[in-house]
């Protein structure tokens, strides 16, 4: 009876505790790991969230730039963090499912080591070029390698990411031999290719934006399977011919896999609230990008699905990081 009531003591005080924890929650600010370099699409989606969740929940949520290697360094440091909650990584397609695929001793498996927080953005990856450009379609792009393989060169924010296999996929698929030239984030990339001294780039939109809203970037694909929102007179590849030719990205946040659930279900809703919002829709489809509400376990699941089919494509293309 006694150790009965002992143990009826110790769960109760468990509850509470945990209670207090989530009412407590946070106490100090919480600090955003954005595993690329400023300026480029997961700098801009992480810091406008981390600035309106900011505004609107009263927390403090610091964005903190770890760039470097296709965004794997950022990912590691957040699974190295202490799972109280005040660590978290703004993850994406490159980082999340395919590096662990191309990277040969990544430190991480983010099915196990992280948990999934909210779904933060859907974004489709489009080839730009300058306005300056000869290539005033894909199809010229297409003509003209095959007129002088290796003579065109197209710019990515680095090995390993999604984008970079999105223009790998688009040689396969046109059949043609074009130059890769990996960046250290998005932003190095795009300066050279609105310099000319990169013929093309394949980007985030996010990413891309500002300059094609500039009219410094002309767009000739996005490499999604519908059109975006965002531009809604760019083709997609699979319209110029190349069926079935699906390749897009998403952007969300996760934590420590040992993190407390009550946290993860506290983050999780004021993320969530605050994507909601018309403004905060307004602000990340002026990225080029659009929110999707799911569910915690619906992102979780989204992860462990894009990860299984991810194995194959890059398997498939043969491509390999030391």
């Not at 963090?81 to 994406?92: L, N, R």
């Not at 110029?240 to 420590?256: A, I």
């Given at each position: 009876?006694?150790?009965?009531?002992?143990?009826?003591?110790?769960?109760?005080?468990?509850?509470?505790?945990?209670?207090?924890?989530?009412?407590?929650?946070?106490?100090?600010?919480?600090?955003?790991?954005?595993?690329?370099?400023?300026?480029?699409?997961?700098?801009?989606?992480?810091?406008?969230?981390?600035?309106?969740?900011?505004?609107?929940?009263?927390?403090?949520?610091?964005?903190?730039?770890?760039?470097?290697?296709?965004?794997?360094?950022?990912i590691?440091?957040?699974?190295r963090?202490?799972?109280?909650?005040?660590?978290?990584v703004?993850?994406?397609?490159?980082?999340?499912?395919?590096?662990?695929?191309?990277?040969?001793?990544?430190?991480?498996?983010?099915?196990?080591?992280?948990?999934?927080v909210?779904?933060?953005?859907?974004?489709?990856?489009?080839?730009?070029?300058?306005?300056?450009?000869?290539?005033?379609?894909?199809?010229?792009?297409?003509?003209?390698?095959?007129?002088?393989?290796?003579?065109?060169?197209?710019?990515?924010?680095?090995?390993?990411?999604?984008?970079?296999?999105?223009?790998?996929?688009f040689?396969?698929a046109?059949?043609?031999?074009?130059?890769?030239?990996?960046?250290?984030?998005?932003?190095?990339?795009?300066?050279?290719?609105?310099?000319?001294n990169?013929?093309?780039?394949?980007?985030?939109?996010?990413?891309?934006?500002?300059?094609?809203?500039?009219?410094?970037?002309?767009?000739?694909?996005?490499?999604?399977?519908?059109?975006?929102t965002?531009?809604?007179?760019?083709?997609?590849?699979?319209?110029?011919?190349?069926?079935?030719?699906?390749?897009?990205?998403?952007?969300?946040?996760f934590?420590?896999?040992?993190?407390?659930?009550?946290?993860?279900?506290?983050?999780?809703?004021?993320?969530?609230?605050?994507?909601?919002?018309?403004?905060?829709?307004?602000?990340?489809?002026?990225?080029?990008?659009?929110?999707?509400?799911?569910?915690?376990?619906?992102?979780?699941n989204?992860?462990?699905?894009?990860?299984?089919?991810?194995?194959?494509?890059?398997?498939?293309?043969?491509?390999?990081?030391?």
């Amino acid at each position: 009876m006694f150790r009965q009531l002992s143990s009826f003591v110790l769960l109760a005080l468990a509850l509470t505790a945990g209670a207090a924890q989530a009412q407590s929650y946070p106490a100090k600010p919480i600090r955003m790991i954005v595993p690329f370099p400023p300026g480029g699409g997961t700098d801009i989606l992480s810091r406008l969230v981390a600035n309106k969740l900011t505004e609107v929940s009263k927390w403090t949520v610091i964005a903190d730039n770890r760039a470097g290697a296709g965004g794997t360094i950022g990912i590691a440091e957040a699974v190295r963090a202490a799972p109280a909650g005040y660590d978290m990584v703004m993850g994406q397609k490159d980082n999340m499912v395919v590096a662990p695929w191309l990277y040969k001793n990544l430190s991480y498996d983010p099915t196990k080591d992280l948990v999934a927080v909210a779904h933060v953005a859907y974004t489709p990856v489009v080839i730009v070029t300058s306005t300056n450009s000869r290539f005033k379609s894909l199809t010229d792009v297409v003509a003209a390698a095959k007129a002088a393989p290796d003579a065109i060169t197209y710019g990515s924010p680095g090995n390993g990411t999604t984008i970079h296999l999105a223009g790998e996929i688009f040689k396969t698929a046109a059949n043609i031999k074009i130059r890769h030239i990996p960046y250290k984030g998005s932003n190095a990339a795009l300066m050279d290719v609105l310099a000319g001294n990169v013929d093309l780039m394949v980007s985030s939109l996010p990413s891309a934006m500002g300059q094609i809203k500039a009219g410094k970037l002309r767009p000739l694909a996005v490499t999604s399977a519908r059109r975006s929102t965002s531009l809604p007179d760019v083709p997609t590849v699979a319209e110029l011919g190349y069926k079935d030719f699906d390749v897009s990205t998403w952007y969300g946040l996760f934590m420590p896999a040992a993190t407390p659930k009550d946290i993860v279900a506290t983050v999780h809703a004021e993320v969530n609230k605050l994507l909601a919002t018309p403004e905060m829709k307004a602000a990340i489809h002026a990225q080029g990008a659009e929110t999707q509400n799911m569910s915690a376990e619906q992102f979780s699941n989204l992860l462990k699905t894009d990860y299984q089919k991810w194995k194959g494509i890059v398997q498939a293309s043969g491509a390999t990081i030391e």
